[in-house]
């Protein structure tokens, strides 16, 4: 497939308040073809301003986040299999989809217009380095070494190829007949607390460098994972320390698109044992809302919940051993602060992190600080993290349909998994309950959500829906769309969705809610559904089996809450492969 560098959607917007879809994405009913959206916006919030008047001053204060910046009205449709595009309701050739979509990009005055919100923290700074560091044998510590470590295949020969255990999937991610060809043209920038510490022989050779040995140990593993799993991609460090050091987070690239910076890591988080949304995560939210980056954050670092990991709109990842046992702490899921019952549910994905580069000796370790000794390759939540990263460059290289729409790749590695290889048990409602355990005495989990990269490129039927308020998706409308589908096989299908950070800080609640109901197309019957009670999450997902004799799906997407903030919702379908 040709690479072509820029991505998203465009057109002029003509509105439809509420409208049914066809299998080709095409509006069937549209009941408001008039109204441009920023109008009703303007009206709502005159309304909002008046009912602030008799509301608590915790209510009142809450800034508005309506459609200030009017955006073109878009939506649009890709193939995995077919390679075909849709774009607001006609069939485009991929030219002249990215033609469209580079135009309004490049235009898109939320991103132009954004401004950090700059919080303020009182975090320590992070230690300094002590003693020496040097590389030694496991012996020195056998006790770290006692469970196996996955390996990376870096040779990347061949097609692709499923590791031990179900593992991560990488070889060639881009197509059968090309080689070392993943993550060409995609860039990431890396949140990392240090400078990189490499290695010459027995020592740290640069451990001048660096201010703390664990972190710059960190930096060099993150970024030789991320060339391993994606060679062809940019990698561009931001140090998250001398923010720290004045008392800020870390700044994101302004306007990414234009600098071409896809793809966000964040090894390290400036608040960690976290139990409520907090500054750190809605200066995060804030960015991704804003920008559509495509962020990735872990959920825990060392058994404690990290702020840059309770983003809502970064996609979230739980770390598993060699085993596929979660490593998650006790009582995962975090909440909004007074208001009662407000869990909320991360992580959305989980992945192997325990691993080493099969170019390195996994019998060797990094002795620092002491005692402390750390193997040659990643571990922990920023692990897993740093290869969901790579595994999304490697998706944007071979599709660059998923530049810019974090929410539809969120829906993408939630349906991209093939039951029976992998982790997670999930009790009602999606919604998430584990004990943290360290390796051994983890509970082996099955069934959901480890994205595997054979899954996320082939079996795909993604959608998106991007405009103002009212433009899509208005407070108890349902919008509806036609998948055709094999009776008896296996579907796993999700929408996700962005909200604003700054709502989400001030009112303690999602801006925007949304459920999602499965039915037989042909007769009406309903096959699954979410609601919006199933926790605050910023995403929906359902696993079905199609009954016999049905060809046809009926989706229904309904917005269940709408605070007047802007539309940027995605959806995914992924048929499991036998």
Not at 59 to 66: E, S
Not at 232 to 251: D, F, K, L, Q, W
Not at 501 to 522: T, V
Request: charged share 15%; with cysteine; aromatic share 10%.
């Amino acid at each position: 497939m040709k690479y072509i560098p820029l991505l998203l959607a465009s057109c002029v917007a003509v509105s439809a308040n509420a409208a049914t879809f066809n299998a080709q994405g095409k509006i069937i009913n549209s009941n408001d073809a008039k109204n441009p959206g920023i109008a009703k916006f303007e009206q709502n919030k005159d309304t909002t301003a008046k009912s602030n008047i008799n509301k608590p001053s915790a209510l009142a204060k809450v800034t508005p986040i309506g459609t200030v910046d009017h955006v073109s009205k878009v939506w649009a449709m890709f193939n995995t299999n077919t390679n075909k595009y849709h774009l607001n309701g006609n069939m485009r050739s991929e030219t002249n989809y990215f033609s469209a979509i580079n135009n309004f990009e490049a235009n898109d005055t939320p991103r132009n217009s954004y401004s950090k919100i700059n919080y303020t923290h009182s975090q320590a700074q992070y230690p300094s380095k002590s003693g020496s560091c040097t590389v030694v044998s496991k012996a020195d510590n056998e006790s770290y070494y006692s469970h196996r470590e996955l390996t990376f295949d870096m040779l990347r020969v061949g097609p692709l190829k499923r590791l031990p255990n179900g593992g991560i999937v990488q070889k060639d991610c881009s197509k059968a007949e090309a080689t070392n060809t993943c993550g060409a043209g995609i860039n990431i920038y890396n949140i990392v607390a240090d400078n990189p510490i490499t290695f010459s022989g027995n020592n740290c050779s640069t451990s001048n460098v660096a201010y703390n040995y664990k972190y710059g140990i960190q930096h060099y593993y993150s970024n030789s994972v991320l060339k391993g799993i994606s060679p062809n991609a940019t990698v561009t460090p931001i140090n998250e320390g001398s923010a720290r050091a004045t008392r800020h987070y870390v700044t994101r690239p302004q306007n990414p698109y234009r600098n071409e910076q896809h793809i966000g890591n964040s090894i390290t988080s400036t608040t960690t044992n976290v139990t409520l949304y907090n500054d750190e995560a809605a200066e995060q939210d804030n960015y991704i809302y804003h920008n559509r980056v495509i962020e990735f954050a872990p959920f825990s670092i060392n058994g404690q919940r990290t702020g840059a990991g309770i983003s809502l709109n970064a996609i979230s990842v739980g770390a598993t051993n060699d085993d596929l046992a979660v490593l998650l702490p006790n009582q995962a899921r975090p909440k909004f602060a007074n208001k009662q019952g407000a869990e909320y549910t991360k992580p959305e994905i989980y992945v192997p992190a325990y691993t080493y580069n099969s170019e390195y000796d996994y019998t060797k370790g990094i002795k620092h600080d002491g005692n402390t000794v750390d193997f040659r390759a990643v571990s922990d939540g920023w692990g897993a993290s740093t290869i969901a990263a790579g595994m999304a460059a490697d998706l944007l290289s071979k599709y660059p349909f998923y530049k810019w729409h974090p929410e539809v790749v969120k829906a993408l590695m939630l349906t991209a998994y093939n039951p029976g290889d992998h982790i997670i048990k999930v009790n009602t409602d999606n919604i998430y309950q584990f004990n943290y355990s360290m390796l051994n005495n983890a509970t082996v989990l099955s069934d959901k959500n480890m994205p595997l990269f054979d899954e996320m490129v082939r079996n795909n039927v993604s959608r998106y829906w991007y405009g103002n308020n009212g433009d899509f998706f208005n407070s108890d409308e349902t919008y509806s769309f036609n998948e055709t589908v094999e009776a008896g096989a296996q579907y796993n299908i999700a929408i996700a969705w962005l909200v604003s950070g700054r709502y989400a800080n001030e009112a303690r609640h999602l801006s925007s809610n949304y459920q999602l109901r499965i039915l037989n197309n042909q007769t009406g019957a309903l096959i699954a559904q979410t609601t919006s009670s199933a926790g605050l999450a910023t995403f929906r997902q359902k696993s079905i089996t199609v009954p016999a004799g049905v060809t046809q799906l009926k989706i229904e997407i309904k917005r269940t809450r709408n605070t007047g903030d802007r539309v940027i919702l995605g959806y995914n379908m992924h048929k499991v492969t036998p």
